[in-house]
């Protein structure tokens, strides 16, 4: 529909969905019209945290207990002012390890997941569904990733470790999203057209309504000039 006179500058029609891979890919990085970022790039980051803290826990928690008990029986022979005082010196030995252990792992983890979930995310955006062989190139692209500095021996067994890894996830998850009854592209999907749809309604009714005071003000001005 062509815009009627009067139309102000810059009613345009709304921008359809994306239609390309590379269109999806830029909007994951990109707000919306109430500054919101999509629901992919917001779990991005929750699985981030979630897996920087598992992290930490899986690593300093053991570290904590280890580091615990080797300082009590090596403290035997030193002497405290009390009881208190020799708890306290415990716990702060397993406190130093669960901090510098914890670290250790929490980064890693973090990173490993992160990497993971961009490169399966940004292959299920791009091809606009989900499929088990997404998160197999994921893992395996992450697994030999974090062992590429081992040669290519360590390149092998990082890939087929990670995409040991990613097709058991994957299916986890592709199973939960069935319960769900849509995956996360088709929910994406239907949600973009059914605000596109809204949005070109919306456009309509006002473009119709200009078009009428625009009529009515050309009229309106016909007349007077008759007068």
Do not use: C
């Not at 606009?128 to 692209?141: E, L």
């Not at 949600?191 to 473009?207: D, F, G, I, N, P």
């Amino acid at each position: 529909m062509a815009e009627g006179p009067g139309v102000p500058s810059g009613f345009g029609r709304p921008v359809p969905p994306p239609q390309t891979g590379w269109e999806r890919l830029r909007e994951l990085w990109q707000r919306d019209d109430l500054q919101r970022y999509p629901e992919e790039t917001v779990n991005l980051i929750k699985a981030a945290f979630t897996a920087g803290l598992v992290g930490w826990l899986y690593g300093g928690l053991p570290a904590f207990r280890s580091a615990r008990k080797t300082f009590i029986e090596r403290s035997h022979g030193e002497l405290f002012q009390n009881r208190a005082d020799a708890v306290q010196s415990a716990h702060r030995a397993g406190l130093r390890s669960f901090i510098r252990y914890g670290w250790r792992w929490s980064w890693r983890v973090t990173v490993f997941v992160t990497i993971f979930n961009i490169v399966s995310t940004g292959l299920s955006v791009y091809r606009d569904k989900t499929t088990i062989s997404h998160f197999a190139a994921a893992g395996g692209f992450t697994g030999a990733l974090f062992r590429m500095n081992l040669g290519l021996p360590g390149l092998a067994g990082g890939f087929v470790f990670g995409a040991a890894f990613g097709i058991p996830t994957g299916g986890l998850l592709m199973a939960l999203h069935s319960l769900a009854g849509e995956t996360m592209q088709e929910k994406r999907s239907r949600e973009r057209r059914e605000l596109y749809e809204q949005k070109l309604a919306e456009w309509q009714s006002r473009l119709s309504v200009t078009e009428v005071l625009g009529q009515t003000e050309n009229n309106t001005q016909g007349v007077l000039k008759m007068d």
